[in-house]
Protein backbone atom coordinates (compact mmCIF):
# COMPACT_ATOMS: atom_id res chain seq x y z
CA UNK A 1 0.00 0.00 0.00
CA UNK A 2 1.31 3.65 -0.88
CA UNK A 3 1.53 6.12 1.61
CA UNK A 4 2.70 9.72 1.38
CA UNK A 5 3.02 11.27 5.26
CA UNK A 6 4.35 14.84 5.81
CA UNK A 7 5.61 16.15 8.43
CA UNK A 8 7.35 19.53 9.74
CA UNK A 9 4.26 21.80 9.57
CA UNK A 10 3.28 24.21 12.70
CA UNK A 11 2.81 27.28 13.70
CA UNK A 12 5.32 30.52 12.46
CA UNK A 13 5.35 34.09 12.29
CA UNK A 14 5.50 35.90 8.93
CA UNK A 15 8.48 36.86 7.58
CA UNK A 16 9.87 32.97 8.49
CA UNK A 17 10.45 29.84 7.16
CA UNK A 18 9.46 26.04 7.56
CA UNK A 19 11.03 22.81 6.19
CA UNK A 20 8.18 19.96 4.46
CA UNK A 21 9.27 16.68 4.32
CA UNK A 22 7.31 13.82 2.75
CA UNK A 23 8.16 10.53 3.14
CA UNK A 24 7.04 7.79 0.81
CA UNK A 25 6.45 3.98 1.56
CA UNK A 26 4.93 1.55 -0.51
CA UNK A 27 6.85 2.03 -3.81
CA UNK A 28 9.50 3.86 -5.02
CA UNK A 29 8.89 7.72 -6.29
CA UNK A 30 12.47 7.77 -8.05
CA UNK A 31 11.19 7.88 -11.60
CA UNK A 32 7.95 9.54 -10.70
CA UNK A 33 6.92 13.38 -10.78
CA UNK A 34 6.12 14.72 -6.91
CA UNK A 35 4.49 17.97 -5.95
CA UNK A 36 3.11 20.00 -3.08
CA UNK A 37 -0.51 21.47 -2.93
CA UNK A 38 -2.22 23.37 -0.30
CA UNK A 39 -5.71 24.35 0.51
CA UNK A 40 -6.86 27.08 2.60
CA UNK A 41 -10.23 27.39 4.70
CA UNK A 42 -13.13 27.87 2.55
CA UNK A 43 -10.94 27.70 -1.05
CA UNK A 44 -9.93 24.85 -3.69
CA UNK A 45 -7.11 22.84 -3.82
CA UNK A 46 -4.53 25.18 -5.30
CA UNK A 47 -0.97 23.48 -7.03
CA UNK A 48 2.07 24.87 -4.80
CA UNK A 49 5.27 23.01 -6.68
CA UNK A 50 6.30 20.04 -8.40
CA UNK A 51 9.14 18.23 -9.57
CA UNK A 52 9.93 15.56 -12.38
CA UNK A 53 12.21 12.35 -12.14
CA UNK A 54 14.93 14.07 -13.81
CA UNK A 55 14.59 17.40 -10.96
CA UNK A 56 12.51 19.54 -13.40
CA UNK A 57 10.76 21.97 -11.60
CA UNK A 58 7.73 23.92 -11.49
CA UNK A 59 6.45 26.45 -9.18
CA UNK A 60 2.98 28.76 -8.78
CA UNK A 61 3.67 32.66 -9.27
CA UNK A 62 2.48 32.93 -5.80
CA UNK A 63 5.34 31.09 -4.19
CA UNK A 64 7.99 31.58 -7.17
CA UNK A 65 11.43 32.94 -4.94
CA UNK A 66 9.97 32.00 -1.63
CA UNK A 67 9.68 27.93 -2.02
CA UNK A 68 12.13 25.37 -3.10
CA UNK A 69 11.06 22.42 -3.31
CA UNK A 70 13.64 19.02 -3.86
CA UNK A 71 13.76 15.40 -3.54
CA UNK A 72 15.87 12.68 -2.19
CA UNK A 73 15.37 9.54 -4.03
CA UNK A 74 17.80 7.71 -1.98
CA UNK A 75 15.21 8.29 0.97
CA UNK A 76 12.18 8.56 -1.57
CA UNK A 77 11.61 11.82 0.14
CA UNK A 78 9.83 14.80 -0.76
CA UNK A 79 11.31 18.54 0.81
CA UNK A 80 9.62 22.35 0.62
CA UNK A 81 11.75 25.02 1.80
CA UNK A 82 9.64 27.59 2.72
CA UNK A 83 10.74 31.47 3.27
CA UNK A 84 9.61 34.50 3.67
CA UNK A 85 6.26 33.10 4.69
CA UNK A 86 3.24 35.18 4.67
CA UNK A 87 -0.54 34.81 6.40
CA UNK A 88 -1.77 34.08 3.00
CA UNK A 89 0.17 30.68 2.70
CA UNK A 90 -2.25 29.61 5.71
CA UNK A 91 -3.16 26.06 4.49
CA UNK A 92 -2.94 22.92 4.83
CA UNK A 93 -0.41 21.61 2.54
CA UNK A 94 -0.85 18.11 0.61
CA UNK A 95 2.31 16.06 -0.82
CA UNK A 96 0.95 13.82 -3.66
CA UNK A 97 2.93 12.04 -6.47
CA UNK A 98 2.15 10.65 -10.20
CA UNK A 99 2.71 7.56 -11.66
CA UNK A 100 4.69 9.19 -14.39
CA UNK A 101 8.08 11.25 -14.61
CA UNK A 102 6.40 14.59 -15.88
CA UNK A 103 5.38 17.71 -13.61
CA UNK A 104 1.73 18.66 -13.57
CA UNK A 105 -0.16 21.70 -11.99
CA UNK A 106 -3.72 19.81 -11.68
CA UNK A 107 -4.53 17.94 -8.74
CA UNK A 108 -6.33 15.33 -10.98
CA UNK A 109 -2.89 14.51 -12.59
CA UNK A 110 -1.79 12.87 -9.10
CA UNK A 111 -2.52 9.53 -8.16
CA UNK A 112 -0.91 9.87 -4.46
CA UNK A 113 -2.00 11.71 -1.67
CA UNK A 114 -0.74 12.66 1.84
CA UNK A 115 -2.99 13.23 4.81
CA UNK A 116 -1.89 17.35 4.54
CA UNK A 117 -0.07 19.33 7.44
CA UNK A 118 -1.28 22.16 8.69
CA UNK A 119 1.06 25.26 8.25
CA UNK A 120 -0.47 28.37 10.13
CA UNK A 121 1.63 32.19 9.60
CA UNK A 122 0.77 34.91 11.97
CA UNK A 123 0.59 38.32 11.34
Known amino acids: QVQLKESGGGLVQAGGSLRLSCAAS????????MGWFRQAPGKEREFVAA???????SYADSVKGRFTISRDNAKNTLYREMNSLKPEDTAIYYC?????????????????WGQGTQVTVSS
Open 96 to 112: AGRSVGTVAAAAAAFDY
Open 26 to 33: GRTFSRNA
Open 51 to 57: VSWVITT
